[in-house]
């Protein structure tokens, strides 16, 4: 059973960066489809950014121009690099594979406020 693991959430400013990242154990990145999600307090969990295993990347309108979703093969781990965050970027962040089979981590608080 894959187990996910997020790590590198936190409390940022409007405008600030972070960056988030995804491990998995006894699974298998590279071959995977992988996506990151976010569920804000009150909502849905919804779709963040995808990366398939050939490297083509998709990404919400919400998030498109400040989120890159990339893979680091040194992990290896699957990352969210996340710039000019704003408040409606709070929420808990998670990550799956694009077809969400795999168990849900804890995921990782961010939270952007003032």
């Known amino acids: 059973q894959v187990q996910l693991v997020e790590s590198g959430g936190g409390s940022v400013q409007p405008g600030g960066s972070l960056r988030l990242s995804c491990a998995a154990s006894?699974?298998?990145?590279?071959?995977?489809?992988m996506a990151w999600y976010r569920q804000a307090p009150g909502k849905q969990r919804e779709l963040v950014a995808g990366?398939?295993?050939?490297?083509?990347?998709n990404y919400a309108n919400a998030v498109r121009g400040r989120f890159t979703i990339f893979r680091d093969n040194s992990g290896p781990t699957v990352d969210l690099q996340m710039n000019t965050l704003k408040p409606e970027d709070t929420a808990v962040y998670y990550c799956?594979?694009?077809?969400?089979?795999?168990?849900w981590g804890q995921g990782t608080q961010v939270t952007v406020s003032t």
């Open positions: 006894g699974g298998i990145f590279r071959f995977v489809d």
């Open positions: 799956n594979t694009m077809y969400q089979n795999w168990s």
């Open positions: 990366v398939t295993s050939g490297g083509d990347t």
